[in-house]
């Protein structure tokens, strides 16, 4: 039967899929949305906010149109924050104190999950029983909050990973901190303790069966999407370069992201070094921006990446940008030929998506969910490893090819619509009816 609804669902979908294999009990009502770490409100780009952040929103904004809502439960980490605030129609964010509201890396936070699981539990209290009918967890650190709100209430808890420890260690960058062990043990606990976990891509779904023994049976594959209406080619290239201040005729090969060791911004400039090298007669006409903040490991050294621009004689090239709001880097997108992901491991690579759906090709590195999010050779290039000498004979193709990033750009852009939130949604729906459907967790009264 499972091989038949698997060929079935190539030929339907894997929304239509999961509906095949998992008939039955309506969708919930209201979830509970766990992320501890890092607030769906702050800015994507620095310090912990990146593509998760973006993910959560749009996510919990497609839920709630399909008429699941969402509470999304996160730390404090400024005083005066409002205990709620109204994300979206059907969203709420509430603030939850837990340890100091400023200075404590996400390293620090296990200590603070108690006192997080109390807050969770406080606002539980307030509601009639029932109130939440699922909790879906992102990262390990909301894992283990959601596991104990899971079982005290009587819900299933479906989890999303993110990105995993042993997966991290086994890519390190050069000089970067492996994942502490204490990580690698829980999230081997969340992962045996969750009714389903949401995987990005295939291979993320095979790395939870290799390295933390999930049940096949349990993990469910759901591509992450983009905000089309936000990320599109709209006026185009050129007068997202005017709007940007940026040279109309200029190869631009854009870094935008968090600015750590994992994310690999320096392969870029030292693939710019090699590439001046071997054609300096283009460095009159090339704008290396890299838009985003110090983040992770990468706050050890914040000014790094600007030594490193200088010792290899490239600052005259080179601009760096704090990070921007969705609506700017859309037009950061738009203005570049092209962007360029030289990631040690992405877990999707949301950024390359949004790129692809402004009409911007993509070079990346041929890692994690990268070879989803990118159609090598089509809608831009994957190169294996992190060679700077590979990168900047690619980038050389966007110079000596004329045409290249605009045919490159246009198939992008179409391969960027069949990523888009609604379905991911659909999808994400479809995983929590299933884990309804199995859950078979008492409900446990206030008192124990």
Known sequence: MSQYVTRLGERLGSSAAARLRFPGPRRPRRVAMLSVHTSPLHQPGTGDAGGMNVYIVELAKRLAAINVEVEIFTRATTGGLPPKVELAPGVLVRHVDAGPYEGLSKEELPAQLCAFTHGVMQTWAGHHPGYYDLVHSHYWLSGHVGWLAAERWGVPLVHAMHTMAKVKNAALAAGDTPEPAARVIGETQVVRAADRLIANTDEESDELVLHYDADPAKVAVVHPGVNLDRFRPADGRQAARQRLGLPQDALIPLFAGRIQPLKAPDVLLRAVAVLLQRRPELRANLVVPVVGGPSGSGLAKPEGLQKLACRLGIADVVSFRPPVGQNQLADWFRAASVLVMPSYNESFGLVAIEAQAS??????????????????????????????????????????????????GEAAARHAQSFGWDTAALGTADVYTAAMQEAHRPLRSVHG
């Open 359 to 408: 009409g911007t090709p993509v070079v990346a590195a041929a890692v994690g969910g990268l070879p989803v999010a990118v159609r090598d050779e089509v809608s831009g290039f994957l190169v294996a490893g992190h060679d700077p000498a590979a990168y900047a004979q690619v980038l050389e193709r966007f110079v000596d090819e004329e045409h290249l990033v605009d045919r490159m």
